[in-house]
């Protein structure tokens, strides 16, 4: 069962532009994380934010998140050609355990053009 | 850091025959080891939970007796896909989830049942 909803779904921008993608989620959670996949490739793991944090940074990527309305947000800034990725929300189903399985979101295919 | 080795990266089989896939965690024991289906263009699925010498936990919807998961040791977890089926073609991925290193993504098997 799918624990999170992004949109958009797709997103075009051109390079330098910022893209800002949303995720909700529907129980509550310890820490919500980003990932990232090339097409047709493996996850690459972007960023956790806990969920007594309310804004996270690294490096060109902030992450929101707002527990109160179940929802997380991915800004990339200043976006690059090899951005072009699907991104994806994910959560612990059942807490923030060894052996809980991570729940993905449809995920936001973002395609950014030179 | 823990890598989780996943084998093939693709495999190309006849409907009716049976394909293996392997997961294997290469510096640390993975306990429990999650098993997830994505097709085209859509998220990842949480397929089973496999957990080392006891029989594997399967989603709703998942065929058991389809989808044969065996997690003979701390290290090793393999997915057969059984009497495969062209609407079986799918990349699966599989993941391990621990305290230290919270969760890491095998690079994925690309299935294509011709």
């Known amino acids: 069962s799918q624990q999170g909803e992004e949109d958009p779904q797709a997103l075009s921008i051109q390079e330098g532009e910022n893209a800002t993608m949303n995720c909700s989620y529907k129980t509550s959670i310890n820490n919500l994380q980003w990932y990232r996949q090339n097409s047709g490739r493996g996850l690459v793991h972007l960023i956790l934010i806990r969920s007594n944090e309310r804004e996270k940074h690294s490096g060109r990527l902030r992450v929101t998140l707002d527990t109160s309305k179940k929802s997380s947000s991915l800004l990339i800034t200043a976006s690059r050609a090899a951005d072009t990725a699907s991104y994806f929300c994910a959560t612990a189903r059942g807490g923030d355990q060894a052996g809980t399985a991570l729940i993905f979101g449809k995920g936001t295919t973002l395609s950014v053009s030179s | 850091g823990a890598v989780v080795s996943q084998h093939p990266s693709w495999v190309i089989c006849k409907s009716g025959t049976s394909v293996k896939i392997e997961c294997r965690s290469l510096?640390?024991?993975?306990?429990?080891m999650f098993w997830y289906r994505q097709f085209p263009k859509q998220s990842l699925m949480l397929m089973a939970t496999?957990?080392?010498?006891?029989?594997?936990?399967?989603e709703q919807g998942v065929e058991k007796d389809k989808f044969l998961i065996n997690h003979a040791s701390l290290t090793l977890s393999t997915l057969t896909v059984t009497s495969a089926h062209p609407e079986d073609s799918s990349f699966y991925i599989c993941?391990?989830?621990?305290?230290?290193?919270?969760?890491?993504f095998g690079s994925g098997t690309r299935l294509t049942v011709v």
């Open positions: 993941s391990a989830s621990t305290l230290r290193y919270g969760y890491t």
């Open positions: 510096d640390f024991q993975a306990t429990t």
């Open positions: 496999s957990n080392e010498g006891s029989k594997a936990t399967y």
